[in-house]
């Protein structure tokens, strides 16, 4: 079964400074997908990025973008210049290539100081 | 934009009563999807629907929960009989190729009493 794990339950960033959320995960699959989703305190999840696993290159988002490394099953998303809107809980998820249901990491709450 | 409507936005049921969670996904949406998430806790996957029939379940989704999509444009989720620890945020989703990128709706908070 595949697994996501987000190992920091909490962060913060000073504005305008760059700050990277981690993620790992565990599969057996060659070919998948990755999100990063962003839940601010109106509770509803936003998509921020989307990375397909048959792509090398890394996917980029604006101020958002991650570092996608396959071997080592790592999914990082980097938040550079850091707005107060970015305040959110931050969530990492998985979908294998044939399946349809998505795999959430226990997410990181992100807090961005001014 | 197009969006994930859900309502209502937040609800209060006696334990045992039924509930129904009603969700509009975008127009030309083909995937439907619940997810919950208990508060505090990470995101869950309950069912996906598709071609008028449950695609994937997961062992959350059990004989208590089912899954409507009543006429082109509703798609339902009933608890028959709710539990206190039903308690969560229900969320909807939609995608129009069945490869992620859903479009979250906005949640329905349930609450067990």
């Known amino acids: 079964a595949q697994t996501v794990t987000q190992s920091q339950p909490e962060m913060s960033v000073q504005e305008a400074e760059t700050v990277t959320l981690s993620c790992t995960y565990d599969t057996s699959e060659s070919n998948y997908y990755l999100f990063w989703y962003k839940q601010p305190p109106s509770r509803q999840m936003i998509l921020v990025i989307r990375q397909e696993a048959y792509k090398q290159q890394n996917a980029t988002e604006n101020r958002f973008s991650v570092n996608f490394q396959k071997a080592a099953k790592s999914f990082s998303l980097k938040i550079s210049d850091s707005q107060l809107g970015d305040t959110a809980m931050y969530f990492c998820a998985f979908m294998g290539y044939n399946n349809n249901d998505m795999r959430f990491g226990a997410g990181t709450r992100l807090t961005v100081k001014p | 934009e197009p969006e994930v409507t859900q309502t209502p936005s937040h609800q209060v049921t006696q334990m045992g009563q039924e509930v129904i969670l009603r969700c509009v996904p975008i127009?030309?949406?083909?995937?439907f999807y619940w997810y919950r998430q208990i508060l505090g806790q990470k995101v869950e996957f309950l069912v996906s629907?598709?071609?008028?029939?449950?695609?994937?379940k997961s062992e959350i989704f059990d004989d208590q929960f089912s899954v409507e999509r009543p006429d082109g444009s509703n798609f339902t989720l009933k608890i028959r009989s709710t539990k206190l620890e039903d308690s969560a945020m229900y969320f909807c989703a939609s995608s129009e190729q069945g490869n992620g990128g859903y479009t979250f709706g906005s949640g329905t908070r349930l609450t067990v009493v």
């Open positions: 127009s030309n949406h083909l995937y």
């Open positions: 629907f598709y071609n008028n029939e449950i695609s994937e």
